[in-house]
């Protein structure tokens, strides 16, 4: 039984290859956009009044952002 589910596992691997490199892709296109969200999202803290919390969040004008810094030790 263990031969028959290796050989599926061959059987898929061209089509691998593929799938890998698009998804891949995919991954590099949602970093860059996470970045720039991010960085966009710094550069709006730069002009608020805000304070960093214990926790790790942010606090702007009484809303919690969690978690956006990482926690310094």
Not at 27 to 32: F, G
Not at 47 to 70: C, D, H, M, R
């Amino acid at each position: 039984m263990q031969g028959l589910s290796q050989l599926s596992l061959f059987e898929n691997y061209r089509t691998a290859d593929s799938k890998t490199e698009e998804l891949t892709e995919k991954i590099k296109a949602l970093q860059t956009k996470l970045r720039i969200s991010r960085n966009s999202f710094k550069g709006f803290l730069q002009y608020s009044q805000y304070k960093k919390l214990k926790t790790g969040a942010v606090e702007i004008n009484g809303i919690i952002i969690p978690k956006i810094f990482s926690k310094k030790k």
